[in-house]
C-alpha cells in the first residue's frame, strides 16, 4: 500500500510534510523497524476475530500494521497534532477508530463494550514510557476485559516485570504483573529502530492474563497494601515497612505475629517475600480478622 509505514524514509516524509514537531513530553519515539513490527503483530497473536485497542499510534505506523491483522483497532492518541497525520496515514482502513484523549482517562470498560460487546481485547502499543506503570496498573485493576497485553516498554522495566525475589529489579511492579499474568519477553529493541532514539534500551513483553491467579489472596487489596508498603520502604526490614504504612494500621505484634507465622525472621526484608507469601501473610490477616478490626477502626 502506498501509504504504508514502517520505514524511516516514509516515516520522515511524514514528518516534515506536516511539519511536525515530537514532544517530549509524551515519550514520542516512533517505530521505524518493520521487523520489530512484524515481531509484535506476531507476538500479540492478532487475528481477524480481535479488537485490538492501541495507546498511542502516533502517526499511525505500527496501527496500520494492526488494521491488517485485526478485526477493529481502537487506538488513544493524546497528541492532537498527531490526528491529521492519522487521518490521512489511515485512511485506507476501515476498521480503525482514532480517539483523540488521554489514556489515563479513558473509560476503557466502556470502549470494550463499545467495540468489542464486552469482550476481551488485547492491547498492543509502542507505550509513552513515562506513564507505563499506570498505564499496565489500571489495565490490570480497572474492569478492563482483557486477554493480553503485547507492549514495547523500557527494557529495564521489562526486567523488572518478570522478576522474583533476589534481584535489584524485584519490586511492586513485578509482584502485581506476575498476580495478574504471565509476562514473556518477546525481543530487546535497541534505540536505532526509533525516530527519534530514545536515551535507553527498550523491550517488547508480552503479558497474558491469568484466568485464575496464580495465588489465592483472600483480600488483593490488602495484599496490594502490603506490598507497597514493603518496597516504599526497601531498606527497612517488612516489619518496620509494615508498622509505617499510612495504608495498614496494625500493631507491631500483629504483625510480628504474621511474619512468624510464614516461618521468617522478625529481621526479614519486604524483598525477600515471593508472591506466594505475600498472599499467606494477608490471608493470615484476614484469617484472624485483623483487617475487619482495622477497617472498623480497631
Ligand atoms: N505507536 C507509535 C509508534 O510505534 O511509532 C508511537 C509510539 S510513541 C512511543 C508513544 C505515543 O503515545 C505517542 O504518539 C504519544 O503522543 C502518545 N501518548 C503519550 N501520552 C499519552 C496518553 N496519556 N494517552 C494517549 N497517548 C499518549
Same mark, same amino acid.
Given at each position: 500500500?502506498?501509504?504504508?509505514l514502517?520505514?524511516?524514509?516514509?516515516?520522515?516524509e511524514?514528518i516534515?510534510? !506536516?511539519?511536525?514537531?515530537?514532544?517530549?513530553?509524551?515519550?514520542?519515539?516512533?517505530?521505524?523497524?518493520?521487523?520489530v513490527?512484524?515481531?509484535?503483530?506476531r507476538?500479540?497473536?492478532?487475528?481477524?476475530?480481535d479488537c485490538?485497542?492501541?495507546?498511542?499510534?502516533?502517526?499511525?505506523?505500527?496501527?496500520? !500494521?494492526? +488494521?491488517e491483522? +485485526?478485526g477493529?483497532?481502537?487506538?488513544?492518541?493524546?497528541?492532537?497534532?498527531?490526528?491529521?497525520?492519522?487521518?490521512?496515514?489511515?485512511?485506507d482502513?476501515?476498521?480503525?477508530?482514532?480517539?483523540?484523549?488521554?489514556?489515563?482517562?479513558?473509560?476503557?470498560?466502556?470502549?470494550?463494550?463499545?467495540?468489542?460487546?464486552?469482550?476481551?481485547?488485547?492491547?498492543?502499543a509502542?507505550l509513552?514510557?513515562?506513564?507505563?506503570?499506570p498505564?499496565?496498573?489500571g489495565?490490570?485493576?480497572?474492569?478492563?476485559?482483557?486477554d493480553?497485553?503485547?507492549?514495547?516498554?523500557?527494557?529495564?522495566?521489562?526486567?523488572?516485570?518478570?522478576?522474583?525475589?533476589?534481584?535489584?529489579d !524485584? $519490586? +511492586?511492579?513485578?509482584?502485581?504483573?506476575?498476580?495478574?499474568a504471565? *509476562?514473556?519477553l518477546?525481543?530487546?529493541? *535497541?534505540p536505532?529502530?526509533?525516530?527519534?532514539? *530514545? $536515551?535507553v534500551?527498550?523491550?517488547?513483553?508480552?503479558?497474558?492474563?491469568?484466568k485464575?491467579p496464580?495465588?489465592?489472596?483472600?483480600?488483593?487489596?490488602l495484599?496490594?497494601?502490603?506490598?507497597?508498603?514493603?518496597?516504599?520502604?526497601?531498606?527497612?526490614t517488612l516489619?518496620? $515497612?509494615?508498622?509505617?504504612?499510612?495504608?495498614?494500621?496494625f500493631?507491631?505484634?500483629?504483625?510480628?505475629?504474621?511474619?512468624?507465622?510464614?516461618?521468617?525472621?522478625?529481621?526479614?526484608?519486604?524483598?525477600?517475600?515471593?508472591l506466594?507469601?505475600?498472599?499467606?501473610?494477608?490471608? !493470615?490477616?484476614?484469617?484472624?480478622?485483623?483487617?475487619?478490626?482495622?477497617?472498623?477502626g $480497631?
Amino acid at each position: 500500500m502506498d501509504n504504508k509505514l514502517g520505514n524511516p524514509q516514509k516515516t520522515i516524509e511524514i514528518i516534515q510534510k !506536516y511539519q511536525f514537531a515530537f514532544q517530549k513530553r509524551f515519550g514520542q519515539n516512533f517505530l521505524i523497524d518493520p521487523h520489530v513490527l512484524d515481531k509484535i503483530i506476531r507476538a500479540a497473536e492478532v487475528t481477524k476475530e480481535d479488537c485490538v485497542l492501541e495507546i498511542g499510534p502516533g502517526i499511525g505506523t505500527m496501527t496500520q !500494521y494492526l +488494521a491488517e491483522a +485485526a478485526g477493529r483497532v481502537v487506538a488513544v492518541e493524546i497528541d492532537s497534532n498527531l490526528i491529521p497525520i492519522l487521518n490521512e496515514t489511515l485512511k485506507d482502513y476501515q476498521n480503525v477508530t482514532i480517539i483523540n484523549d488521554d489514556i489515563l482517562k479513558v473509560d476503557i470498560p466502556r470502549l470494550a463494550q463499545e467495540y468489542n460487546g464486552g469482550r476481551p481485547v488485547k492491547v498492543v502499543a509502542n507505550l509513552p514510557y513515562y506513564i507505563t506503570t499506570p498505564i499496565i496498573m489500571g489495565l490490570f485493576e480497572g474492569e478492563v476485559p482483557l486477554d493480553s497485553i503485547t507492549v514495547m516498554v523500557q527494557k529495564e522495566v521489562a526486567d523488572r516485570m518478570k522478576v522474583g525475589p533476589g534481584s535489584k529489579d !524485584y $519490586g +511492586a511492579l513485578s509482584l502485581a504483573v506476575q498476580y495478574y499474568a504471565q *509476562p514473556y519477553l518477546v525481543a530487546n529493541v *535497541p534505540p536505532n529502530c526509533f525516530i527519534p532514539r *530514545p $536515551g535507553v534500551g527498550s523491550a517488547v513483553i508480552r503479558l497474558t492474563r491469568h484466568k485464575e491467579p496464580p495465588v489465592q489472596a483472600d483480600d488483593p487489596k490488602l495484599m496490594f497494601r502490603l506490598i507497597r508498603a514493603s518496597f516504599n520502604q526497601r531498606r527497612k526490614t517488612l516489619q518496620n $515497612g509494615l508498622s509505617n504504612s499510612p495504608e495498614l494500621s496494625f500493631t507491631k505484634e500483629q504483625i510480628a505475629a504474621g511474619i512468624e507465622s510464614l516461618g521468617l525472621s522478625p529481621s526479614v526484608r519486604g524483598e525477600a517475600l515471593s508472591l506466594e507469601q505475600f498472599a499467606a501473610l494477608s490471608n !493470615y490477616f484476614t484469617r484472624n480478622n485483623l483487617q475487619l478490626q482495622m477497617e472498623r477502626g $480497631g
